[in-house]
């Protein structure tokens, strides 16, 4: 039934369609702010209050007749815009390339739009019974709000746990940083003193289990006994491997820890593994810390610094833009953050830019495109982030059909605060996909993982990564299932420094796993990486022209494929075979695959390490069986290559320098990293 007020709407709108149409023949223009309403035309003087309405409007132009050359634009006035619900987009809301669709902020104007709720009525905690819960240093600055009194019902917690990921539901966030889920100990990790096997004996290093019981070497569990829903994070067998399980029960006296039981399996723990407990309101005891009684819908927390109504806010909404078979819409300029989720998901269609934006205090990702094509994520600043920054699923690998999406001149960084690995600040996934010009840094796993083929991964600028893992490298193949079909990616042009791995311990600044084969990883730096590349019992990989300054080590090659790794040979046979390998088009990009099965394929050839720099570290490792299979030459090993002023970042050679009598090549150190454009979200980068 249509309201008086929906006629007055749609009156508005077919008038402002109608004059869009007869007095512009090259782009239309519609206004959204915070002081509009959606019963308005849309216009400068007269805008809409929500992004819905003016995709709407764009509907209605478009079932008017042809978008106007030029496109459509809609411009966001400056503000604070909370999004009750996602915002989706279908294949209806596509423009051409001719004639885009543009959503994008104000020139010089900052546009906010937040998945959150901000908090308001906090009052001092008055319950003696929380009261005497808490610790004694909190006690006096914990300060609680009503969420059943501001509308707030849906109080979704931890879910979807998994190894290497899981979903924090609701977060809560101050003054634009994220606040911490009460936990213990505030930083750092308890520790698996014993564990314990079937019969409760401690078993001498690991045990598997359907309890999963440990003794714990902190007596503090004993202040858990009247916590609910209680997490454990721990790094319970692999420190590349982290998994969230729920308490079950305590035994205070022994430090007894049982885990929740897994549908029909086992729990497996080793002694000495590390872990933290979270969610618990005792634990609540240091500024930024929070907790949700679910049961009574009461927030509790301890501000930082001065609580006003709204500066808290707790995160609602779910994958915040959602656009599906959408092509050439671009939105940029926004400021797109405190939702649940991911902030864009996009899937299938073609040329959707993301460009501009700020991402930041998402739950899972920035932005994930699965499918489609030639989308784009450009000049975004994404940071403080649940899990990853960028993924980028694109192409089909069995007709080697590129997908041509990238991510390029964005500034991503302290991502992965709630999931520590496997959540890349970019993925590179399936075939013909990009990430350029990137600056990333202080990511506690992989900067950049890649899978499938013809991936590029150049002039990017990588630091402080891999800090949470050791076994892992900060351009990484994404696990799982590598494999020798997995060829032709470019790794060239990226400047790698400052990476040492969890405690410092080691890793790599390229680490190509499990025969991962066919990767041309030429013209980088490495400057005080632990380890700069590690082919692990791949094929036909290319190191040239590379320069590993202030190493502890070059490179690793092994022969893993001949060993302990054999079994990925039954996979990654029923893989190529799958993949009609000895027909076009693999016959004709890959001819060198067609008698690989013949050719001992798990043993590393091809391999060439060739023209590269190595000075004040030591060069490479290369396991016996591998040696006579790799290709060394003209390198330039524990010589001075002359560099201009390594300790100010001057990585140039010297015009005499003895590297170029031996065929190296400059590297063009000045065009790695983020630049200038007006597609930045922000110039100069700090």
Same mark, same amino acid.
């Given at each position: 039934m249509r309201t008086e007020a929906t006629m007055k709407c749609c009156s508005a709108l077919a008038g402002s369609v109608a004059l869009l149409i007869t007095s512009s023949l090259f782009a239309a223009n519609f206004v959204v702010s915070t002081t509009g309403n959606d019963a308005n035309a849309g216009s400068e003087s007269a805008p809409f209050a929500t992004l819905e309405r003016a995709r709407d409007a764009v509907r209605q132009l478009k079932e008017a007749g042809p978008l106007p050359s030029g496109g459509v634009t809609i411009e966001i006035r400056a503000g604070r815009y909370e999004l009750l619900r996602p915002i989706e987009f279908a294949e209806k809301d596509s423009g051409t390339a001719d004639s885009p669709i543009t959503y994008q902020a104000r020139r010089g104007e900052s546009v906010y739009l937040s998945g959150g709720r901000g908090v @308001?009525?906090?009052? $001092?905690?008055?319950?003696?019974? /929380?009261?005497?819960?808490?610790? $004694?240093?909190? @006690? #006096?600055?914990?300060?609680?709000?009503?969420?059943?009194?501001?509308?707030?019902? !849906?109080?979704?917690?931890?879910?979807?746990a998994g190894v290497y990921q899981s979903d924090p539901g609701i977060e809560l966030f101050f003054m634009n940083q994220p606040m911490t889920l009460a936990r213990y100990p505030n930083t750092g990790y308890m520790h698996l003193a014993e564990v314990l096997d079937a019969q409760g004996t401690a078993a001498p290093e690991r045990a598997?289990?359907?309890?999963? @019981?440990?003794?714990?070497?902190d007596a503090r569990i004993e202040r858990w006994l009247q916590e609910k829903e /209680?997490?454990?994070?721990?790094?319970?067998?692999? !420190?590349?491997?982290?998994? @969230?399980?729920? &308490?079950?029960?305590?035994?205070?006296?022994?430090?007894?820890?049982? &885990?929740?039981?897994?549908? #029909?399996?086992?729990?497996?723990?080793?002694? =000495?593994? %590390?872990?933290?407990?979270?969610n618990l309101l005792s634990e609540l005891d240091s500024p930024g810390e929070w907790y949700i009684d679910r049961e009574k819908a009461v927030l509790y927390f301890w501000p930082p610094g001065e609580l006003r109504d709204g500066d808290a806010v707790l995160s609602m909404t779910r994958d915040l833009f959602q656009l599906n078979s959408v092509s050439h819409v671009r939105i940029r300029g926004v400021c797109v953050e405190a939702g649940r989720g991911t902030a864009f998901v996009v899937r299938g269609g073609s040329n959707v830019q993301i460009a501009a934006a700020t991402i930041r205090n998402?739950?899972? %990702?920035?932005?994930?495109?699965?499918? =489609?094509?030639?989308?784009? /994520?450009t000049g975004c600043d994404i940071y403080q982030t649940g899990?990853?920054?960028?993924?980028?699923?694109?192409? !089909?690998?069995?007709?080697?059909?590129?997908?041509?999406?990238?991510?390029?001149?964005?500034?991503?960084?302290?991502?992965s605060r709630w999931d520590p690995v496997y959540q890349q600040a970019i993925a590179l996934i399936g075939v013909g996909n990009r990430a350029t010009h990137n600056l990333i840094h202080h990511v506690p796993h992989i900067a950049i993982g890649f899978t499938g083929n013809e991936q590029t991964i150049e002039y990017n600028e990588i630091h402080h990564a891999v800090f949470q893992s050791n076994d892992a490298g900060a351009i990484y193949t994404s696990p799982p299932d590598e494999t020798w079909s997995m060829r032709g990616h470019k790794i060239r042009f990226n400047y790698l420094h400052d990476i040492q791995g969890f405690q410092g311990k080691g890793c790599f600044g390229v680490y190509l796993d499990d025969c991962f084969s066919s990767a041309d990883?030429?013209?980088?730096?490495?400057?005080?990486?632990?380890?700069?590349?590690?082919?692990?019992?791949?094929?036909?990989? &290319?190191?040239?022209?590379?320069?590993?300054?202030?190493?502890?080590?070059?490179?690793?090659?092994?022969?893993?494929?001949?060993? %302990?790794a054999s079994s990925v040979g039954q996979f990654a046979t029923e893989e190529l075979r799958s993949l009609n390998y000895k027909q076009p088009p693999w016959s004709v990009k890959y001819p060198e695959l067609i008698g690989i099965l013949e050719d001992e394929p798990l043993a590393p050839k091809g391999n060439v390490v060739a023209r590269s720099i190595c000075w004040d570290g030591p060069w490479g490792q290369t396991e016996a069986k591998a040696q006579p299979l790799v290709s060394f030459k003209d390198n330039l090993i524990d010589a001075d290559p002359k560099l201009i002023d390594p300790a100010g970042g001057n990585f140039k050679l010297q015009k005499d320098s003895p590297a170029f009598k031996l065929g190296f090549q400059t590297i063009p150190f000045e065009k790695i990293g983020v630049y200038s454009s007006e597609d930045r979200a922000s110039w100069p980068v700090q």
């Amino acid at each position: 039934m249509r309201t008086e007020a929906t006629m007055k709407c749609c009156s508005a709108l077919a008038g402002s369609v109608a004059l869009l149409i007869t007095s512009s023949l090259f782009a239309a223009n519609f206004v959204v702010s915070t002081t509009g309403n959606d019963a308005n035309a849309g216009s400068e003087s007269a805008p809409f209050a929500t992004l819905e309405r003016a995709r709407d409007a764009v509907r209605q132009l478009k079932e008017a007749g042809p978008l106007p050359s030029g496109g459509v634009t809609i411009e966001i006035r400056a503000g604070r815009y909370e999004l009750l619900r996602p915002i989706e987009f279908a294949e209806k809301d596509s423009g051409t390339a001719d004639s885009p669709i543009t959503y994008q902020a104000r020139r010089g104007e900052s546009v906010y739009l937040s998945g959150g709720r901000g908090v @308001r009525g906090w009052t $001092a905690v008055t319950d003696a019974a /929380v009261t005497a819960r808490l610790d $004694a240093a909190a @006690r #006096g600055h914990v300060q609680q709000a009503d969420l059943k009194a501001l509308g707030i019902t !849906d109080l979704q917690g931890i879910n979807n746990a998994g190894v290497y990921q899981s979903d924090p539901g609701i977060e809560l966030f101050f003054m634009n940083q994220p606040m911490t889920l009460a936990r213990y100990p505030n930083t750092g990790y308890m520790h698996l003193a014993e564990v314990l096997d079937a019969q409760g004996t401690a078993a001498p290093e690991r045990a598997a289990t359907a309890e999963g @019981r440990f003794i714990c070497d902190d007596a503090r569990i004993e202040r858990w006994l009247q916590e609910k829903e /209680v997490w454990l994070h721990g790094f319970w067998v692999w !420190d590349w491997a982290d998994q @969230r399980k729920p &308490l079950v029960s305590l035994d205070p006296a022994k430090r007894l820890v049982t &885990l929740g039981r897994p549908a #029909g399996g086992t729990i497996e723990l080793r002694k =000495g593994q %590390w872990f933290y407990a979270e969610n618990l309101l005792s634990e609540l005891d240091s500024p930024g810390e929070w907790y949700i009684d679910r049961e009574k819908a009461v927030l509790y927390f301890w501000p930082p610094g001065e609580l006003r109504d709204g500066d808290a806010v707790l995160s609602m909404t779910r994958d915040l833009f959602q656009l599906n078979s959408v092509s050439h819409v671009r939105i940029r300029g926004v400021c797109v953050e405190a939702g649940r989720g991911t902030a864009f998901v996009v899937r299938g269609g073609s040329n959707v830019q993301i460009a501009a934006a700020t991402i930041r205090n998402m739950g899972n %990702w920035g932005a994930k495109v699965f499918g =489609g094509k030639e989308h784009s /994520v450009t000049g975004c600043d994404i940071y403080q982030t649940g899990q990853g920054g960028i993924h980028l699923d694109g192409g !089909d690998r069995k007709s080697l059909v590129p997908g041509g999406h990238y991510a390029d001149n964005n500034h991503i960084h302290h991502t992965s605060r709630w999931d520590p690995v496997y959540q890349q600040a970019i993925a590179l996934i399936g075939v013909g996909n990009r990430a350029t010009h990137n600056l990333i840094h202080h990511v506690p796993h992989i900067a950049i993982g890649f899978t499938g083929n013809e991936q590029t991964i150049e002039y990017n600028e990588i630091h402080h990564a891999v800090f949470q893992s050791n076994d892992a490298g900060a351009i990484y193949t994404s696990p799982p299932d590598e494999t020798w079909s997995m060829r032709g990616h470019k790794i060239r042009f990226n400047y790698l420094h400052d990476i040492q791995g969890f405690q410092g311990k080691g890793c790599f600044g390229v680490y190509l796993d499990d025969c991962f084969s066919s990767a041309d990883i030429s013209s980088n730096i490495f400057h005080n990486v632990a380890a700069g590349i590690l082919i692990g019992g791949g094929r036909d990989n &290319l190191m040239t022209n590379n320069m590993f300054i202030k190493c502890k080590s070059a490179f690793s090659i092994d022969a893993r494929g001949l060993g %302990w790794a054999s079994s990925v040979g039954q996979f990654a046979t029923e893989e190529l075979r799958s993949l009609n390998y000895k027909q076009p088009p693999w016959s004709v990009k890959y001819p060198e695959l067609i008698g690989i099965l013949e050719d001992e394929p798990l043993a590393p050839k091809g391999n060439v390490v060739a023209r590269s720099i190595c000075w004040d570290g030591p060069w490479g490792q290369t396991e016996a069986k591998a040696q006579p299979l790799v290709s060394f030459k003209d390198n330039l090993i524990d010589a001075d290559p002359k560099l201009i002023d390594p300790a100010g970042g001057n990585f140039k050679l010297q015009k005499d320098s003895p590297a170029f009598k031996l065929g190296f090549q400059t590297i063009p150190f000045e065009k790695i990293g983020v630049y200038s454009s007006e597609d930045r979200a922000s110039w100069p980068v700090q």
